[in-house]
Structure formats: structure tokens, C-alpha cells
């Protein structure tokens, strides 16, 4: 209460400080002033805790955790600065504001391929509730159009990805953040929300308008509730997939009208920080594509007494370097994106790249210049990987030029990649337009150990599944699953949802077959390119992999953005989600030139049918009288004028 | 005729037993032509699949079979052999349908002399009862359904099974298995005419709308028909603990969302139909089904048994998803009137437009779903012929039907009044 007081008498002074101010602005101060003092400790209470659990990792974390402590005030300077009003700097200082956070980074990885992958991160988190009664109206380094969406809508979380291209498991190893090829799209909303489905359209039409993609295509049609696939990854006891809404688009293309709107929610915009590299025309010049922004609540703390909310958005990239390097296998910043990093995000509390370097402990396959003396060890899907990390936010980073180009130059091209221990395919059997089969290959590379999946099948009604048929084998013997959840397709309502779980055996592969019946469609219900066939979203395969190194299960402590983002729960195992193609199938097709001429020719047939029947009904049999001719005909009209008895 | 009969039932037996074992059975199975969205075999074990699952088999769009049926199915482990003999006895039962009908044709003692031979000799109607086993049994199309185990079957063997105990004048069951037909697919509905009909002249009931004993006859028909749909209805309900199964099976049988393609009218049409025409359109077929019944009872009062085989043309010409199966069982009819063959006009047409279209079914169906070398229209095109060909082969039936009525009542031989040879013309 006393705090309470404090910030209202500091509030005053503000006022009277502040001519510029408009009294509706005054207005949202104070109902944020008065909400968020109760929340004033939490900072100093959290970065403690960070301070406590930074002792045990290895040295060379230390020292970037220890900057990154003392970073916190500068911070705020530079936050200061870019807001340039003086009064505010008051505010800021002694009306606490919502803690908001963000961090960037990006992650590059040398593939095996000799390709490229880039991960770029950035993580806004607000100590806020949208959830409660009042109205969240000043927003910071949020963005408040997903802000509005989620208090609107009672979003719990949400996660939406738009990707080009496939994500070649075999070649590139697990990405970070996995995506299926086109859009998805996944929401748990509140247990308030009494009509979800409606929500869910309205949801779709809005984000459709946020992020200028075809989203309003989504509806009962396609949209799903997974039972057990998709869990919440943020806190959260709700489990009841009543709440839960999954959908594809695998036909979305994605291109620069999804990546400009995508960029303007970041807090710099494209203006400074690591998203000065996001160029869409080189972007969109790769082998894949990937950008998602995935919003959920966060505990605050290891006790977890207050949540916040954590938007994060990523973009993964996969550059293919031979074809543009004309056979050289070298790159830079430069070259991948044409441009170079000059300054960290202002606003950015944190803001690093990472190059993983695991395999390349002495150099001897590339050489990164500039070299960087910070290194940096995360276990991440299952693997401890070191990193030279590049800070960003030093000054000392960008060097004499001010300008940061890194370069890795390849020195020979041998040495092999870890296998990644689960991996999915997929794809369609059979000839004709009438049946087909659905094969899906799940492959467990772990030597000896084997591990339970959930494979996630959604189908569009046009295929009707026949669910008798469905038989799994791993190793040449039926592998029963354990757990089947299938939801039957309603013509033109809903698609299959099929949902199992089976146990992959150590080193196998495991064969999942369902027999499908292709419709005809209305004619009406054709895309205009029928005959390029129809799209049948990714099969979705979750799992909790073996970890070969101990994973770390403590959620609140501070981490690289790319291993943080699948909560982990025990150590002996890691989370990983893998989609298999899409598949491309084709359907019987009417004539489209031809309804016209069906109708009448159909009611033809109907008519003849009537008309037989009628003729015979009606009419009875005579003898037939002979035809008089036409002489006499015209004789007797001539007789009857005269009134005279006819022939 | 004993002997005969068994040596044709082992005969029919071996067919389908032999074609059973071989690899053709999952050939036939597939065919458009002979299993519907409604009687597939595959269909059916699905909807068996789901409940095993613990979901409800009318949750989806793919089982639409009544709920008698899925039970009756649980129930059963020998499920391909029980279609198949169920099918087989099926025309058995229809078999003595023939003798009674013998009684009524041996009645034509009174009409003019010249017709005599107009009238069937009792040797000709002996074997009417092995020629109509013999047209069901070993009509290609009853075997391709029977093989394809479709539940076809069983809706035939319900409709002669109505058919028979009809004609025996037993009226509960009569009504009974006129309800089960109905249960089964609507359509069979529209034999509740030619039962009445049949029944009220066997009990000399005359057909009056102002006689008390006949609105009596109709009221008492009526409660055992609906009671025993009622009791059917309520039975599927309390199996399956909802009502989902009613717009799933009737629902589907009215609106026609499945456009499978198959031998009917209805699938190409409504594929191509533009939306706003649709219930319009939808709602002209289906009336276009019962309509006919209204005038082909009066016109048809007095022969009721001819009346059951328009009204089974009828419903297997129109109805929304017919199968070779449904056309078997109105071709079964044809051996008893072989006394109208005489008055045909256009029969070796039609049969070689039906042989003709039954052969290229599947070669236009090649060409279009697996070669890619035709469209949808060529498949249509030999729909529409084959359905014009039922249509004449009906309609003239019932033309040479009408005619011979004719002449048993004005003579075989019609003059014309200066004496010469006159030609009888519809006016």
C-alpha cells in the first residue's frame, strides 16, 4: 500500500512536470502506475535468481552472463535515447514500468551440405497479464496489434509459421525451431472461452489481415484438435484439447508480404540489430525459408508466482552457398545477406550471433574470421555444441571499421554429420484416380535404444481414409500402437484426424499404411488448377528423443533463445517435432466446360423416363382411323364454313 | 422342378464360391458399377472398424449402412459367406412367388375366344418359377454383386422376401418386411400401394374410398407398418445410443452428398449443378421417384404384381445411388411376363444397348481414372445410354402389358369398321 502511495505522489509530480502530455495519455499512465506497482520487486528478485543459477555452467558462459547483468542499465539508456523526450526519462526512472525484455540473436551453422543454416531469434518478454479484467492500452517494445489479439481473443498461446520450401532432415540435421513446408497454425485458448470455433474463425480472419497471408482459407475443414500432439509449451495446466485448434495451409506460398508485416512486430523494425540482414530478396533466394512467431505465458521466476508473456519470433534460413559462390565454398554476412551489422538493436538487452563450431575444434575444416575469443557451450537437441559467440552490444565487436562481416572459408569439405536420431517420410502409393495408400516411414537411428512417438495424421474429407486398413510395421512385424485417437472425416465439414502412438524399435524403420478413396468433388469445389492436384498437409511427428548429453530442465535460467525454446523436463531425453512432405494428390475431375449441357442432357433422360410413363397413363388404346388427305381436309373446313355435313 | 432347382442352386453356388477364392472378388469389390457409397463391403467392415474403436460409425462420412445391419454384422463372424448365402436364398424365396401368380393368369378362362392364345399354358407357367431363379441366379449382374458382397443383396432378398409374403396374403408380415425395406433405403416406401392393392383383392375387399372396410384394411395395414418402423427406428436408437445414424443414412440417401460415380443419373448431374439450382434440382429427383406411384396404381388397380415390378424399375432407375444389384432384381421379373413378348416393340434394341453399355462401364471407367485418355464425360455418356435403355425396356413392358389387356378384352384380331386390318394406336 505504502509503494502504492509512493507511485501515486511521484505520478503527480510527473503531471505537473509534463505540459505535453494530453490527458487521455495521463490517463494510461496512472492505470498502469497503479497496476504494476505491486509487480515493482520482481526485477531485482529475478535477476537474482539469474545470478544464483549462472554459477554452475562452464567458464566461458560466465563471462557472458556476468556482462550481461551489468548490461541492464545501459539498457535502459539507450531506450531512453531513442525515445529522446526528457520527462519520460523520468517516468521510466521512478514509476516503474512493466518489465519488457527483448534479446536477439542469430545462430549460424555450417552444414554439412557445404549449405548454410541461419536462425535468427527475437524474444520480447512483458511481465503482464493480458488474461485479467483490465485493459493492457501502453505498449513498449510489445507489439500491440498481437497484444490486442491476444486479449481479445483469450489466447492462452499461439504459434503461426510460414515456411517455403522443405527442411531436409537428412542433410541438415533437426532445425531449431521445426516447420511444415506452407503455413500453420496452432492456438490453446483460455477455458473462458465458451465458443471456441467462432473465436478460432475470427482468430484466423485476424491474423490473416496481421501478417497479409492466406489464413481466412482456414476453416472446420481443415482445422483440427490434436489430443495429444500439440501440448502447451508455455505454463499451463490445460490440457483439454477442446481448446486446442491446429490447422495447415500446405499450399501457402510464402514471399515478402509475409515478411514485411513480420518485421514491422519487432521493436527496430528492420532499422538496426540483427534484423538489418533480413533482405528479402535474398532471403527468398534459398533453399528454405521459415519464419513463426510463437507467443505463450512464462513463468517469471523458478517459483513461477507471476507469468509473463514471451513473443518470439523466429526466422530460419537455409542458404544454398555453391550456386551463388560459383563453386567456392566461402561466405560472409555479406554475401548471404548483402549486408552487414553495424549496431545491435538499441532496444535489445542482448544481442549475440552464434556460429557453431562444434565440429571445427581446431580449424582444421573452416576458418572464421573475425575470431571471436568468447565460446559458448548449450546442449540443444541432444547434442552439446559449442559456439563463438559474437556480442553485439560491445563495442569492441565491430572493431575499427564499425562494421561486422563475419566469414568462414572452408578449408576441405570431409567429416560427417551426426545422424539425427528420428526422421520422417512420407508419400502417396498406388495408380489411378480411385484408391491410394498413404505410406509413412518413421526412422529411429538410435542404436540401441527405443522411444515412443505420436504421430499426427490430419486429412483432408476429399480422401476418405478407410481405417480398417491401417497397419504398422517396424522391422517386418505388425507393431501394434498403443494408443489410437481417430476422428472421422465429415464430408465437407472436417477432416481425419488420425493420432497414434507408437513404439519405434532401436534402429528401425516403422511403416504406417492407410488405404484412402479419392471423392468427386462439385465442380465449384475445385481449386482453378484442378488438375495440379490437391495438398495433404505434413504428417506431424512428436517425440521425446533420448538425449545422449544431460539436457537442461531449468526453464527460468538464462539460455541461448535457440535452446530454450521446447520446455524440457528431464534430463535423459530432449523434445523434437518432425514433419514429414506434404503430399500432392490428385483427384477425379468433372469436364468444367460441360454444366450446361449435363442439365439439360440429365433432364433429358429424366424427361424421356417421365414422358414414356405419361404417354402410356394418359392415353388408351383405339383403333387408328385413316389419315384423310390433305385434299379432303381442305374440303371439309370448306364444307363446315358452309355449313354443309362434312365428307 | 425339384431337381432342376438344386441342380441350378449348386450351379449358382459354385459361381459364386469359385469367383470367391479367386483374385477377381477384390477386383469386383472396387467396381463403381456394383458396390454404392450405400452397400460397400468395405464400407461396412469401416463402420465395424470404428466401433471396435470406440467411435461412432455415423461419426464420419464413410458408413452409411442402417444400424440393424452393423449389428447383425458384429454378430456374425462368417461374414462374407453369410451375404453370399443370404443372397442365394434369397431367390429362392422369390420362386414360388410364380405359383401363385400361375392362379391369377389361369383365370383368363373368360375372355374371348381368339385370345387363347394370348393366355399362358399351365406347362408354360410350370416353369416360370425355374426360369425366374434361373434369371436371378445366374444373371452376371447378381453374381458381380454377390461377390462384391455388396448389402445390395440383402435389401433384395428383404424386398422379394415382402414380395412373397405378400402374395401369400399374410398381412403382418407382409408389412413387416415392406418396413425393413423402407428401413433400409427409403425408396421400397412406394410398394405400399401394390401391397395394398394385392391384399384387398385377395381378401375381396374392394377398393372404394367410401367403403368403411377398406379405410378399415388401409388403417390396419398402416399401424403394422409404421408400428414395426417404429420398433425398428427405436431398436437402432437404443443399439446406438443417438439418432446420428438418421441424417447419416437417410440424410445421405436424400440429399446425395457422396458423387462417387456410379450407373444412376444423379452423381454427374449434381457434380456439375450450379449451387443455387442444387435444392431444386435435388428436390425434383427425389419426387420424380414417388410420383410415378400415385398414377401407375390407378392405372395399374387391378395387377398388383405388375405394379411392384414398375414400381422396382422404377426406384432402381432413379433412385440416388443404384447399383447392378437393384437392376437384377427387377430383370428376375421378366421371365413371368414372357407372355407379353409378343407385343415388344423395341427388346432386341434394348437388350443390345444394355450388353453394350454393361460392357463399356468398365473400359470407359479405364480410360478415364487409370489410362488419363478420356474424361468424365465419356463415363457419362454410357450412364445416360444404359439408363435410356432401362427406360424403354420399362416403358415398354408396360406398353405391351397395357396393349394385351386390350386385346383379352376387345379381341385379338381388331378390325376396322369397313373390315379391314386396323393398327391400334395410343390416343
Not at chain 1, 512467431?293 to 530460419?316: A, F, Y
Not at chain 1, 491401417?470 to 465439414?493: A, C, E, F, M, W
Not at chain 2, 444389384?325 to 407385343?343: E, K, Q, T
Request: net charge neutral; proline share 6%.
Amino acid at each position: 500500500m505504502a509503494a502504492h502511495r509512493c507511485s501515486r505522489s511521484a505520478l503527480l509530480l510527473i503531471l505537473c512536470g509534463l505540459t505535453l502530455f494530453t490527458a487521455a495519455d495521463s490517463q494510461e499512465t496512472t492505470v498502469n502506475g497503479g497496476h504494476h506497482a505491486s509487480a515493482v520487486k520482481n526485477p531485482q528478485t529475478s535477476t537474482e535468481t539469474a545470478d544464483q543459477t549462472t554459477e554452475q555452467p562452464a567458464v566461458e558462459e560466465r563471462r557472458w552472463e556476468a556482462t550481461e547483468v551489468e548490461e541492464a542499465t545501459p539498457d535502459d539508456a539507450a531506450a531512453d535515447k531513442q525515445d529522446s523526450p526528457v520527462p519520460e526519462t523520468v517516468v521510466l526512472t521512478s514509476v516503474p514500468q512493466p518489465k519488457d525484455d527483448f534479446q536477439e540473436e542469430l545462430v549460424i551453422r555450417p552444414l554439412h551440405s557445404g549449405d548454410i543454416y541461419a536462425s535468427f531469434q527475437f524474444r520480447t518478454v512483458w511481465e503482464t497479464d493480458f488474461t485479467r479484467g483490465n485493459k493492457v492500452s501502453h505498449y513498449r517494445l510489445f507489439p500491440k496489434s498481437l497484444g490486442q489479439v491476444i486479449s481479445k481473443f483469450s489466447v492462452r498461446e499461439l504459434h503461426i509459421s510460414f515456411t517455403q520450401g522443405y527442411w531436409r532432415t537428412m542433410q541438415w540435421g533437426q532445425p531449431f525451431q521445426p516447420a511444415p513446408p506452407g503455413a500453420e497454425l496452432w492456438v490453446w485458448f483460455q477455458d473462458s472461452v465458451t465458443d471456441v470455433d467462432s473465436t478460432w474463425k475470427e482468430l484466423t480472419n485476424v491474423l490473416s489481415g496481421i501478417f497479409c497471408a492466406s489464413l481466412n482459407f482456414i476453416d472446420s475443414t481443415n482445422t483440427v484438435q490434436p489430443s495429444a500432439s500439440f501440448k502447451p509449451l508455455g505454463i499451463g495446466n490445460v490440457t483439454d484439447h477442446r481448446f486446442l485448434r491446429y490447422a495447415t495451409l500446405p499450399r501457402e506460398i510464402v514471399c515478402t508480404e509475409n515478411l514485411t508485416p513480420w518485421k514491422k512486430l519487432l521493436p527496430c523494425g528492420s532499422k538496426a540489430g540483427l534484423a538489418v540482414l533480413l533482405k528479402s530478396e535474398k532471403l527468398f533466394h534459398s533453399s528454405f525459408h521459415s519464419q513463426a512467431v510463437h507467443i505463450r505465458p512464462m513463468c517469471q521466476d523458478w517459483e513461477c508466482k507471476t507469468t509473463s508473456w514471451e513473443l518470439r519470433q523466429t526466422l530460419n534460413v537455409v542458404f544454398d552457398l555453391h550456386t551463388s559462390a560459383q563453386g567456392k565454398r566461402e561466405w560472409s554476412l555479406f554475401k548471404m545477406f548483402s549486408r552487414t551489422l553495424t549496431e545491435a538493436c538499441p532496444l535489445a538487452s542482448s544481442s549475440k550471433i552464434y556460429i557453431d563450431i562444434t565440429d571445427n575444434p581446431e580449424g582444421e575444416q573452416f576458418e572464421v574470421s573475425p575470431a571471436t575469443p568468447l565460446l559458448s557451450q548449450a546442449s540443444v537437441l541432444g547434442d552439446r555444441r559449442t559456439f563463438s559467440v559474437y556480442d553485439l552490444t560491445q563495442q569492441i565487436t565491430f572493431g575499427t571499421v564499425r562494421s561486422l562481416n563475419l566469414l568462414i572459408r572452408w578449408k576441405s569439405s570431409e567429416g560427417d554429420m551426426l545422424r539425427p536420431l528420428l526422421h520422417g517420410e512420407r508419400y502417396v502409393a498406388g495408380y489411378g484416380l480411385q484408391t491410394g495408400e498413404i505410406h509413412t516411414l518413421m526412422y529411429n537411428y538410435h542404436p540401441y535404444r527405443s522411444f515412443p512417438v505420436l504421430l499426427l495424421d490430419s486429412v483432408p474429407w476429399y480422401l476418405r481414409l478407410y481405417i480398417h486398413t491401417l497397419t504398422v510395421t517396424s522391422k517386418g512385424k505388425d507393431n501394434k500402437p498403443s494408443y489410437i485417437h481417430y476422428q472421422p472425416s465429415k464430408d465437407r465439414v472436417r477432416p481425419h484426424l488420425l493420432e497414434m502412438l507408437v513404439q519405434l524399435p532401436p534402429n528401425s524403420v516403422t511403416e504406417v499404411t492407410v488405404q484412402f478413396e479419392r471423392a468427386l468433388l462439385k465442380w465449384t469445389e475445385y481449386t482453378p488448377d484442378p488438375n495440379h492436384g490437391f495438398y495433404v498437409g505434413s504428417s506431424v511427428i512428436s517425440s521425446l528423443v533420448p538425449s545422449i548429453v544431460a539436457m537442461d530442465t531449468n526453464s527460468t535460467r538464462e539460455r541461448p533463445l535457440f535452446s530454450s525454446f521446447f520446455p524440457c523436463k528431464e534430463e535423459s531425453s530432449y523434445f523434437v517435432r518432425v514433419y514429414t512432405e506434404p503430399l500432392l494428390v490428385n483427384l477425379p475431375t468433372p469436364d468444367f466446360s460441360m454444366p450446361y449441357n449435363v442439365i439439360c442432357l440429365t433432364c433429358t433422360v429424366v424427361a424421356v423416363g417421365y414422358g414414356s410413363l405419361y404417354n402410356l397413363l394418359t392415353r388408351s388404346f383405339q383403333i387408328e382411323e385413316p389419315n384423310p388427305g390433305l385434299a379432303k381436309r381442305i374440303a371439309n373446313v370448306i364444307r363446315k364454313m358452309r355449313g354443309v355435313p362434312p365428307l | 422342378m425339384a431337381a432342376p432347382l438344386t441342380l441350378l442352386l449348386i450351379l449358382a453356388v459354385t459361381i459364386r464360391a469359385a469367383l470367391y477364392r479367386s483374385s477377381l472378388a477384390d477386383l469386383i469389390a472396387e467396381r463403381v458399377e456394383v458396390v454404392s457409397p450405400l452397400t460397400a463391403w468395405k464400407r461396412v467392415v469401416e463402420g465395424l472398424a470404428l466401433l471396435d474403436l470406440g467411435v461412432s460409425p455415423y461419426a464420419g462420412d464413410v458408413f452409411h449402412e442402417t444400424p440393424l445391419i452393423i449389428y447383425l454384422f458384429h454378430f456374425l463372424v462368417d461374414y462374407a459367406e453369410i451375404t453370399f448365402m443370404v443372397s442365394a436364398i434369397n431367390d429362392v424365396f422369390v420362386v414360388p412367388i410364380q405359383f401363385r401368380k400361375q392362379k391369377y393368369a389361369l383365370e383368363a378362362e373368360r375372355y374371348p375366344l381368339d385370345c387363347l392364345e394370348l393366355i399362358r399354358s399351365p406347362k408354360e407357367m410350370y416353369y416360370i418359377p425355374l426360369k425366374v431363379a434361373m434369371f436371378y441366379l445366374l444373371n452376371p449382374f447378381t453374381i458381380l454383386s454377390c461377390v462384391a458382397k455388396s448389402t445390395c443383396g440383402l435389401n433384395n432378398a428383404v424386398i422379394a422376401l415382402f414380395i412373397l409374403t405378400t402374395i401369400k396374403g399374410n398381412v403382418l408380415l407382409s408389412a413387416i418386411f415392406l418396413s425393413l425395406a423402407t428401413y433400409q433405403s427409403i425408396y421400397p416406401l412406394t410398394l405400399c400401394a401394390p401391397a395394398l392393392l394385392y391384399l384387398t383383392q385377395r381378401q375381396y375387399i374392394p377398393v372404394n374410398f367410401r367403403r368403411f372396410s377398406f379405410w378399415w384394411f388401409v388403417a390396419q395395414y398402416a399401424f403394422m407398418y409404421l408400428g414395426s418402423l417404429f420398433v425398428m427406428i427405436c431398436l437402432s436408437f437404443f443399439l446406438l445410443g443417438s439418432w446420428d445414424y438418421l441424417p447419416s443414412v437417410y440424410g445421405f440417401i436424400l440429399s446425395v452428398p457422396d458423387l462417387t460415380p456410379n450407373i444412376g443419373l444423379f452423381w454427374y448431374f449434381f457434380a456439375e449443378m450450379f449451387e443455387h439450382f442444387r435444392l431444386f434440382f435435388l428436390c425434383v429427383f427425389q419426387i420424380n421417384i414417388f410420383f410415378y406411384t400415385i398414377p401407375l396404381s390407378i392405372k395399374l388397380k387391378e395387377h398388383p404384381v405388375f405394379l411392384i415390378f414398375m414400381q422396382l424399375a422404377v426406384i432402381s432407375i432413379f433412385k440416388s445411388y443404384p447399383t447392378v444389384g437393384d437392376i437384377a432384381l427387377y430383370l428376375a421379373f421378366l421371365p413371368v411376363w414372357s407372355h407379353l413378348h409378343r407385343f415388344l416393340r423395341n427388346i432386341f434394341l434394348v437388350s443390345c444397348v444394355l450388353l453394350a453399355c454393361s460392357a463399356l462401364f468398365p473400359v470407359l471407367w479405364h480410360l478415364w481414372i487409370y489410362a488419363g485418355s478420356a474424361n468424365s464425360n465419356f463415363y457419362y455418356a454410357i450412364t445416360l445410354l444404359f439408363n435410356v435403355a432401362q427406360i424403354l425396356l420399362v416403358s415398354d413392358y408396360f406398353y405391351a402389358f397395357l396393349r394385351r389387356e386390350h386385346h383379352l378384352s376387345y379381341g385379338l384380331y381388331l378390325k376396322r369398321k369397313d373390315g379391314s386390318e386396323a393398327t391400334l394406336v395410343l390416343k
